[in-house]
């Protein structure tokens, strides 16, 4: 698995900020948007498409991937689909697309030049691609069992994050409901939703982010989805050793 992105919906350094973070320079406080990919046994499979993505793919040196996850609708999780248009020239069909039906319904109103009827003007100009609804259950992607984990993203959204062995998901959340918890149990490691030290209407503060890690007591938590009120160093340097910030370009083994 490699970390794409770990920063908060507008990135560090953000847009006309001049705070010590976004100017830092330091190669950790530089957060594109959430993205992770994970190289399974019969593929690729991309969980969300941020805004960032050729950025990212160019800097990990990515190539093909066979299939992507979602875990919800917003923009900085979905807006760039776009560029996985290369993919079918290399798979030889669309990229299938596994999410719940609000994501499908609003990736199919932002991209709906991808699905309207009329003929393409050459190959390639739009993204192909194919639909695979999942929900809470259980699923195989990749020749892979995909365990979904049930989210709320504030009083208005709810999530997916997902768990693939040992390993799990966890972005943009400030709860997890109560049968979610026995989804991630015995992790080895927990990538979680850790957005600053103040608490947020829609993601985990620093604290309640360490209260998760607490109660779940997986090997690793690495927290996502930061904003530039945290400096990477600083920050690890208070929390305990097992829960760290993660930063893009991070490498974790699966198990």
Known sequence: ?????????????????????????HPRNQRTRCSVVLGLP?????????????FQFLRE????IHAVLFTHEHADHIFGLDDLRLM?????HPVPLY????????????????????PWTHTGATPQLQFRRIGT?????????????????????EVLGFRIGNVAYCTDTNKIPAESWPRLEGLDVLILDGLRDRPHVTHFCLDESVAVAR???????LLTHISHELDHEETNARLPADIQLAYDGQRILLS
């Open 137 to 157: 259950e259980p699923f195989e992607a990749l020749g892979t069992s995909i365990l979904p984990i049930r989210l709320h993203h504030g009083p208005r959204f």
């Open 1 to 25: 698995m490699i970390l794409l992105g770990t920063g908060t919906s507008v990135g560090v350094p953000t847009i006309g900020c001049g705070c010590r973070v976004c100017t830092s320079g």
């Open 61 to 64: 040196g990515l190539g093909v």
């Open 99 to 118: 999410c719940e039906e609000i994501v499908e319904q609003r990736l199919r109103k932002a991209y709906d030049y991808a699905f309207a009827q009329e």
């Open 42 to 54: 019969e593929g690729n499979l991309l969980i969300d498409t941020p805004p960032d993505l050729r």
């Open 215 to 221: 109660r779940l007591r997986p090997g690793r938590t």
């Open 88 to 92: 079918p020239f290399f798979l030889g």
